[in-house]
């Protein structure tokens, strides 16, 4: 099998470089191993920025998302029992974050990638990223009727997350990694009941940090900072309802709308980046090139940045043989993940209890909370980083 652009990984990265690509007349394939089935029923991120949103519509795949995508204007900063709101669009000249499930954008770029005769290789197994380094790259795997596959390819993007077999494909040698681990995770539920807010809540309790979110009018998702190595199972519903509760508690009589739980988990929480995010004809993006804390919802957002850089480089090749965008690629993206490690980083760090921390810390960590919900240069800055820099 040969095609131009062999992708690894069916997630919001792979299928997004796919789609523009075709749009450009470049083919490609993506290689997945899981089902179509599990990745459009795994519930993950939510908030897309500004720019994801238009690049949907610019990439035609918007529809869906400006009819159902919920829009918001801002978002509430919970302190001292008392919310304080953050005006996105009157802070950064109109721009919007909007509330759209990671997996519908997913179902909608699966479609348009079938509509159009893309070729999505699902459930596949043994995926290995060969050769990189010379002009004909190759991804092996087997398929779903167990054959075995080899794709011979002019690039490789390895968009398969922070376990997948691309960014180990860069020896280490020739790489750096950069990583932070958190002393904390997140608890997170998926509940059937109404909305308790119009706008996300980030709250900081001295008893640790919760987020209230949204997913549908029906389901809301939560979260509220646990250990690590915690057990779901150590959770009951009462249990979960009263932490959550106390965590949003104050003075002005705030209560959530609880309802029944059907899901939980522990998402831990770390700050990674790999760079360079190239070698040879390998180009990696999103999570298997760098992963942020959730706090602040860069993580799909940055892996649409990235493929926004990355489909004009190849972009460019295929139209006049120049390599120029390809060789800066890495350079490019990574300019903007940093800034969004530094964002992610420092709304954890705001919002978060830290065990062992002084009081002087949280003396200090309530007057940064003061100086972001009443300065306005300091709201405007995040407000910006929220609903994400323009991409160049
Ligand atoms: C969600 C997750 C986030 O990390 C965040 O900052 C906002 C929303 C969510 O899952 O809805």
């Not at 596949?124 to 398929?143: G, L, M, N, Q």
């Not at 750096?176 to 706008?199: Q, T, V």
Request: charged share 25%.
């Amino acid at each position: 099998m040969r095609t131009q652009v062999g992708i690894v990984g069916a997630g919001p990265a792979g299928l997004m470089l796919s789609h523009l690509l075709h749009l450009r007349g470049v083919e490609s394939v993506v290689v997945e191993s899981r089902s179509r089935e599990a990745i459009e029923a795994t519930i993950r991120a939510g908030i897309l920025e500004q720019s994801t949103v238009d690049m949907m519509a610019r990439a035609g795949v918007g529809d869906r998302l400006k009819r159902e995508g919920v829009v918001h204007h801002g978002t509430i900063l919970r302190f001292n029992g008392r919310d304080h709101r953050i005006d996105f669009e009157g802070l950064t000249g109109g721009r919007v974050a909007t509330l759209y499930p990671q997996h519908e954008v997913l179902k909608d770029l699966i479609k348009a990638r079938l509509d159009a005769g893309g070729d999505i290789r699902f459930e596949a197994k043994d995926t290995v990223v060969e050769d990189v380094e010379s002009p004909r790259p190759r991804i092996r795997f087997t398929d779903k009727d167990g054959r075995a596959q080899n794709l011979e390819c002019d690039f490789v993007a390895g968009c398969d997350g922070s376990y997948g077999v691309s960014r180990p494909a860069i020896p280490q040698d020739k790489r750096k990694d950069y990583l932070r681990i958190y002393p904390f995770g997140w608890f997170g539920i998926l509940c059937e009941a109404p909305p308790s807010s119009e706008e996300l809540v980030y709250a900081r309790h001295p008893r640790g940090f919760a987020l209230i979110s949204s997913r549908t009018p029906e389901v809301q998702r939560m979260y509220f900072q646990c250990d690590p190595n915690d057990k779901t199972d150590n959770w009951s519903e009462d249990r979960i309802w009263e932490e959550l509760q106390t965590r949003v508690s104050g003075e002005d009589g705030f209560r959530l709308k609880e309802g029944r739980i059907f899901q939980k988990n522990i998402v831990p929480m770390r700050s990674f980046v790999c760079e360079p995010m190239q070698h040879g004809r390998l180009f990696i993006a999103g999570d298997a090139a760098h992963t942020v804390p959730p706090t602040g919802a860069k993580g799909m957002n940055l892996a649409m940045a990235d493929i926004h850089v990355l489909d004009r480089a190849l972009g460019r090749f295929y139209a006049d043989g120049s390599t120029d965008l390809l060789d800066t690629y890495s350079e490019t993206a990574l300019k903007r993940v940093w800034r969004a490690q530094h964002f992610s980083w420092w709304m954890t760090s705001m919002l978060h209890r830290f065990e062992g921390a002084s009081e002087f810390d949280e003396k200090r960590q309530l007057a940064e909370l003061d100086l972001v919900t009443s300065s306005v240069p300091a709201a405007t800055s995040l407000a910006q980083n929220y609903v994400g820099l323009p991409l160049e």
